[in-house]
């Protein structure tokens, strides 16, 4: 019984192990590698990176940045390799240019506005304030007035 | 002026829902290709029927075909296998096989069963033209002009009401441009 459990703990616990059993030359080619597979997006399982999916093509896109890595290339090279194929879904963080320019500049750019149209209504707000205040001023007409009306109450 | 304002609230509700309205009719997975418009990536394969025998990039040009995707792991292609016969055989487009990632016996048994739809099929043992291709998938099907230009990919089963929505105007299209 032993046996068995000691056995199905190994078994499961191989997924884990699996990128220690991929050879490297160097430490700095492992970590290049887990970065770039959590950075690339499976094709076949959409919400998971290639490092999670154990769909085929996960598997053969792992294959592919462990060959390159070991070749030399750098991140920019496998990145662009993977792009090439699969287009910019591949990425989660797709490159600036003349398609993606919106979404990189999407959000900056509906903050700005946010920001013009709260300055442009405490303007306008600030402007009818002083407005009726101007129209507070009295002619020397109405002074006069104001005084009689005032010096009126005092009497009484 | 201020009352027009007024309605610009519901004009931008109005405009997100047509946009999220389009966006329910997307199937996500279905993803564009990044090939479109890039010539079939050079390639030196065996043929499926004879190993001997290499099949490179050019024996694909000359007339517009369906590079179609398959391998016989993958049960979507034997629903669409019959579709296939009836496209090389009654409506007259080269149909040209790339057998991914499968196994050669299995493959030829296949066809040997089921009949071949194929012109002939590349021998696709590693997937490598695949992963060229950014297949991710089967069955995927590519319409190539004659150039030997991927023009157009369908993800997933060729049935009916693709082929006569889809592939065939998009077939007609470009066999018309020469």
């Not at chain 2, 309605?7 to 389009?22: H, R, S």
């Not at chain 2, 050079?42 to 391998?71: H, M, R």
């Not at chain 2, 030997?148 to 998009?170: A, F, S």
């Amino acid at each position: 019984m032993k046996k068995i459990v000691i056995i199905l703990l190994a078994l499961m616990s191989a997924s884990a192990f699996s990128t220690d059993t991929l050879k490297f030359d160097t430490d700095a080619q492992r970590l290049q590698y887990q970065t770039l597979t959590e950075e690339l997006r499976c094709p076949k399982c959409q919400n998971q990176n290639i490092a999670d999916s154990n769909a085929p093509i996960a598997i053969d896109l792992r294959n592919e940045v462990h060959k390159m890595i070991l070749e030399g290339r750098n991140e920019e090279q496998v990145v662009n390799f993977m792009v090439e194929r699969y287009g910019n879904f591949v990425v989660y963080k797709p490159k600036f240019d003349t398609s993606t320019y919106l979404l990189w500049l999407g959000p900056a750019l509906i903050a700005f506005l946010g920001f013009i149209i709260v300055v442009m209504t405490a303007k306008r707000k600030r402007a009818s304030v002083s407005r009726t205040a101007n129209k507070i001023e009295l002619s020397q007409e109405e002074k006069q007035q104001l005084n009689n009306i005032l010096s009126e109450d005092e009497k009484v | 002026m201020k009352r027009a304002l007024l309605f610009l609230p519901l004009l931008i509700a109005a405009a997100i829902g047509v946009v999220l309205f389009w966006g329910l009719g997307n199937d996500p997975t279905k993803l564009e290709s990044a090939r479109i418009d890039d010539p079939v990536p050079a390639f030196s394969l065996p043929s499926l029927q004879d190993p001997t025998k290499l099949l490179s990039q050019e024996d694909i040009k000359g007339k517009v075909s369906l590079l179609n995707v398959w391998a016989t792991w993958c049960p979507s292609c034997r629903v669409e296998h019959p579709y296939l016969l009836k496209i090389a055989r009654e409506y007259g487009v080269p149909v040209i096989g790339l057998n991914y990632k499968d196994d050669r016996q299995a493959a030829k048994q296949w066809l040997l069963k089921l009949d071949n739809p194929y012109l002939f099929n590349i021998f696709d043992e590693k997937g490598r033209l695949g992963l060229d291709l950014g297949v991710y998938g089967a069955p995927e099907t590519y319409i190539v002009d004659s150039n030997g230009i991927v023009r157009y990919r369908h993800v997933g089963v060729i049935d009916d009401r693709v082929w006569k929505t889809i592939i065939e105007p998009r077939v007609k299209q470009y066999s018309n441009e020469g």
